[in-house]
T-cell receptor, first 112, second 110 residues
Framework: NAGVMQNPRHLVRRRGQEARLRCSPM?????VYWYRQLPEEGLKFMVY????????ESGMPKERFSAEFPKEGPSILRIQQVVRGDSAAYFC??????????FGQGTRLTVV | DQQVKQNSPSLSVQEGRISILNCDYT??????FLWYKKYPAEGPTFLIS?????DKNEDGRFTVFLNKSAKHLSLHIVPSQPGDSAVYFC?????????FGKGTRLHILP
């Protein structure tokens, strides 16, 4: 899974600030998934994107969260006006044909 | 609405013995199943997968069994080794969307 790059690895934000999490998929992969893992919880699906399209965002909170995967550049998960409850590990995965997705190392977001 | 369930939060197995991790699902439309392994502070690592048209897939010490009528799959690790201690996530896919269970923490005892 070393091919999926997430940055930053750790991100600290004050309440009310914006958090931007980046994910560069493996070469040749056009599918990107974002998952959130809260402490002592499993991996919760947030959003599934293909290049320039959001395919399924059923796991995204209705407000403050957005995701994009532009034609050029990494996928971005944006959280506006962060709150303490947003503190979690956010994992990105990529795949070529939608199965056997490979994960990045995650971004640990801490809201203080 | 948990579509993929791992009912055992943790499991302890003696080194050298067989580890069996279980997973149940509710959505009969799932067409692909996967197991991932996760160490602390790292991303999940893909282990093994199985298509819904098969009932068994083997890769070295890892075997996944699928029972579609029971909507149940299991991961067998034999023999278990110390490096197998990790959290194991079962996952299922439909329409390219992958849904994960909450994970089972496996402890391999010396």
């Amino acid at each position: 899974n070393a091919g999926v790059m997430q940055n930053p690895r750790h991100l600290v934000r004050r309440r009310g600030q914006e958090a931007r999490l980046r994910c560069s998929p493996m070469k040749g992969h056009s599918h990107v998934y974002w998952y959130r893992q809260l402490p002592e919880e499993g991996l919760k699906f947030m959003v599934y994107l293909q290049k320039e399209n959001i395919i399924d965002e059923s796991g995204m909170p209705k407000e403050r969260f957005s995701a994009e995967f532009p034609k050029e550049g990494p996928s971005i998960l944006r959280i506006q006006q962060v709150v303490r409850g947003d503190s979690a590990a956010y994992f990105c995965a990529s795949s070529a044909v939608g199965v056997s997705a490979f994960f990045g190392q995650g971004t640990r977001l801490t809201v203080v | 609405d948990q579509q993929v369930k791992q009912n055992s939060p943790s499991l302890s197995v003696q080194e050298g013995r067989i580890s069996i991790l279980n997973c149940d699902y509710t959505n009969s439309m799932f067409d692909y199943f996967l197991w991932y392994k996760k160490y602390p502070a790292e991303g999940p690592t893909f282990l093994i997968s199985i298509s819904s048209i098969k009932d068994k897939n083997e890769d070295g010490r890892f075997t996944v069994f699928l029972n579609k009528s029971a909507k149940h799959l299991s991961l067998h690790i034999v023999p278990s080794q110390p490096g197998d201690s990790a959290v194991y996530f079962c996952a299922a896919s439909v329409d390219d969307k992958i849904i994960f269970g909450k994970g089972t923490r496996l402890h391999i005892l010396p």
